[in-house]
């Protein structure tokens, strides 16, 4: 059902309440597509939605105004699930302009082969009249995608933001003030940990320029999950917290395990920091997903990846998790690894060469224990972990 | 020393600066970086770099 933002302002997107694979990303409350409806001199709609819910988009539309009056269609970012139902879109309303960035026009032309849409394109600082309103562009590029763009609604302080301050997040509150505050920032955390996080530099950067020309929105419309109108500053200032990689006094224990010795290492380790009041988590590959343990890394100072050697190397869920935090970029995250073995033991060591390739810090040297623990190896996993909880308090 | 532009992310490339995280030395020009060097934002290879206007 179509929603009213303000005055003239609407949500016309959809819900997708089942969507739990977001290519890697554990979508663990589903997601929103959220495109939005602008009814002035010239009817303006921003951005579309995944292709399958066309229909109900669409119907939403419908509910608001006939879709051919529909003047101009703004791509604020290319990827499918945002355009994906453009191609039916701009069949029914064969808007006048499609507008969007440089890259924007190259990557639909790529993804849709259409040379003969009646594209527009826009650059940072391009300023449109469509009546009572202008809309103010604003390139984005990589953030997260080249294409990436603002649009602003001056008069109205709406800030159309396309990826940037979204959460996968299914819900039936639209609106930041009416869904559960922890849960909305746990999804929004989640979200930047990993969309957003090899982009720190530009979303810092960005933050930096809109606090330095004292822009205040009303209202920061994402194109994922809830609309931010009773507090978009505390999104805002959420970025800049995480764009930092401000690292608190936490470590993550990563690991898997074969036969439970890496597991009782990674317990030898924990009750090492526990000894050393320092807040940390286990997590087992085999049990939580890389999506949630990237979102827990995001503000911890160190993390601990732990495998035993299988075939002179690591388990898969191991490779599978450095391969997807190697991409996210983190920066200022030091580490340590661990691990038992049969006998070649070169688990600690790929792993090792695998976080420095990362840019993190060792800050101690492996833990290898030969098949089953010891009490005297219990005994060095537990003032390994102390080494790293002192460390990790300085 | 001409500044270069990455065509992909718009990140711009100053000699002067150069690109110390990734080994490269403030003063050095575009050309002497070597062919595998990457842009530090987006990844995209030199080739995908023009000179700024």
Redesign the interface.
Known sequence: MALKVKEGIYWVGVIDWNLREFHGYLTDKGTTYNSYLVLDEKVVLFDTVKSEFFPIFLDNIKEIIDPKEIDLIVVNHVEMDHSGALPKVMEIIKPEKLICSP?GKEHLIKHFHREDWPYEVVKSGDQLSIGKRTIKFL?T??LHW?DSMFSLLVEDGVLISQDAFGQHYATYGRFDDEVDQAELMRQAKKYYANILLP?S??VSKLVEEVEKAGLKFEVIAPDHGVIWRKDPDKIIQSYKKWSAQQREEKVVIVYDTMWHSTELLAQGISKGLEDEGVDHLLMNLHFNHRSEIITEILDAKAILVGSPTMNNYLLPTVGDFLAYLKGLKPKGLKGAAFGSYGWSGESVKVIEKELESVGIELISEGLRVNFVPSEEDMKKAREFGRKIGRYVKS | MRRYVCS???YVYDPEEGDPEHGIAPGTAFEDLPADWVCP??GASKDQFEPED
């Open positions: 890259k390139e590029r990589m080249p982009y530099g530009l | 992909v992310c718009g934002v987006c």
